[in-house]
């Protein structure tokens, strides 16, 4: 389905009062009950000033959003950088062979001063992710405590520029990994395609292949959103509803590629060919110090972890969460702007949404079973590119549609369609459960009753060891959370509960 930009409306009228219903008379919700006739005009709503984010100011692109489409990714990096490009390309036979750790020791350490272009130091993060995570966990190997400095220093650099982890995430997995087959098209399902991936196979570039189409067909909402705060501040409906009308769409579009997934993603190749290369290091039993970034200091800035001690070479440790869809800006953006407040795990017994819809935050922390305020989802934001991941900050400090709606009450037609939006969300959730239940917890499942059969003792490692748990990649017990995140969800709803 192609894909439409929303056109990002120019700023209402400054008035600071509601316009008129068009008709005294009840209006009729989604289900033909009548809503309660109102007085004209309507009150204005008791709205604080605030900030309304701009996308060009944080580089989302009005018409792609987080996908960087002109100019598309980087496919090469200069010359000087093919050591690096040479590696990737045979990343999978190097894998395979058990050869990648060799030919990655024996890399020159390139300058990062040589990037110049954005994309070229978006290029140069997805590289060295690619190299410096199949270096880590290797391929049935146990896993490798320190990260050479030919890789670890330009990594940083790279990170640092970039305000990204020295992890593999979501953007170098999805944003900048894609091309388009025609460049003339918009970048729909049947029009795109994954650049690089661990295994070689279909299943994992089906899997990513997903999600940028979905980051694809949600970008209209983003525009929208902004356009719906400007409304939220002006008290303008019908350009509220308009909003609305377009983030609905966006919405139901996410629920009609998500189950696509099921297509061409085998769930036994996903599990375990797939996904132990999303794993992180931040709570992994075989790295429980994280990884040591040889060469790399806290000068650096990325580094979170102690300096190396002891015979170590020196360097500093870090410990970060592997990619996960929770890094996707487009959700994050989608439930800040709909006021959908999701707490710490494990704690939907406790305070209820705020009224104004507005998120409880937390300051990132280590996660620990015993840790009650670890809140995941704020957390996965520490893992976008610096601009988009301020974006969302922003968002979440602007106004909220959700506070406007729960003024409204059930008085105007806007409820229904704001109720539609997340009732979408809710929907798109209950589906990626289901989509866990297969892919993970099942998955999970068959190895507990297989156990080690067929795997030499001496690889039994943290890859191996999580085939047994039904965790996410950045730790997470995953079913509980991820309903936990669909209760929240249903929570935005105005009015009486479904």
């Known amino acids: 389905m192609p894909v439409s930009g ?240 377009i983030i609905e769409v966006a919405i139901e ?43 790399v200091t806290a000068v650096n800035g990325v580094p979170n972890g102690l300096p190396s001690t002891g015979e170590l070479p020196q360097g500093t440790y870090g410990k970060y969460a592997g990619a996960s869809a929770g890094q996707s800006p487009l959700i994050h953006v989608i439930d800040l702007a709909m006021g959908i407040t999701h707490f710490p795990a494990k704690t939907m017994g406790g305070p209820p949404p705020t009224p104004s819809g507005t998120p409880i935050t937390h300051q990132p922390q280590s996660p620990s079973g015993q840790d009650a305020s670890f809140n995941f989802i704020h957390a996965m934001r520490e893992y976008m590119p610096g601009p988009f991941r301020r974006f969302v900050y922003a968002i979440a400090d602007s106004y909220s549609i959700r506070s406007f709606k729960a003024w409204l009450g059930e008085v105007d037609s806007t409820v229904d369609a704001f109720n539609r939006c997340v009732e979408g969300m809710r929907a798109f959730r209950d589906k990626h459960i289901q989509m866990v239940a297969l892919y993970i917890v099942v998955q999970a499942r068959k190895k507990m009753e297989v156990g080690y059969v067929g795997t030499p003792a001496g690889v039994k490692t943290e890859r191996v060891n999580q085939a047994l748990l039904a965790r996410g990649t950045g730790g997470t017990n995953l079913m509980p959370f991820l309903k936990q995140t669909r209760d929240e969800t249903t929570a935005a709803r105005v009015g009486p509960s479904v």
């Open 253 to 295: 579009q996410l629920n009609e590629i998500l189950p696509r997934m099921y297509e061409k993603n085998d769930g036994h190749i996903f599990f375990h060919r797939v996904r132990p290369y999303m794993n992180g290091w931040e709570k992994s039993d075989d790295l429980p110090n994280g990884v040591l970034y040889e060469g």
């Open 6 to 245: 929303a056109a990002n409306s120019s700023a209402g009228s400054s008035s600071s009062a509601p316009p008129s219903n068009a008709s005294t008379s009840a209006d009729s919700n989604a289900s033909g009950a009548p809503h309660r006739q109102l007085p004209l005009p309507l009150p204005t709503p008791a709205l604080k000033k605030k900030t309304i984010p701009t996308l060009a100011e944080y580089g989302v692109s009005a018409t792609s959003a987080f996908m960087p489409t002109d100019p598309p990714p980087l496919l090469r990096l200069p010359a000087y950088f093919e050591p690096w490009e040479l590696v990737l390309d045979d990343l999978t036979s190097l894998l395979l062979a058990n050869r990648l750790r060799r030919r990655v020791l024996a890399l020159p350490t390139l300058d990062t001063a040589r990037l110049s272009t954005l994309r070229e130091w978006q290029r140069a993060y997805l590289v060295l992710s690619f190299i410096g995570q199949g270096y880590v966990w290797g391929k049935n190997e146990n896993a490798e405590e320190v990260l050479p400095a030919n890789v670890a220093v330009p990594w940083c650099a790279v990170c640092f520029h970039l305000d990204l982890k020295p992890i593999i995430s979501y953007a170098s997995v999805e944003l900048y990994n894609y091309k388009l087959l025609d460049p003339l098209d918009p970048p729909t399902l049947d029009n795109l395609a994954i650049l690089h991936t661990f295994s070689g196979g279909t299943d994992e570039a089906w899997f990513y292949l997903i999600s940028l189409a979905m980051e694809a067909a949600g970008a209209p909402a983003v525009p929208a959103i902004i356009d719906a705060l400007n409304a939220v501040e002006t008290g303008d409906l019908p350009r509220l509803r308009a909003a609305l009308e």
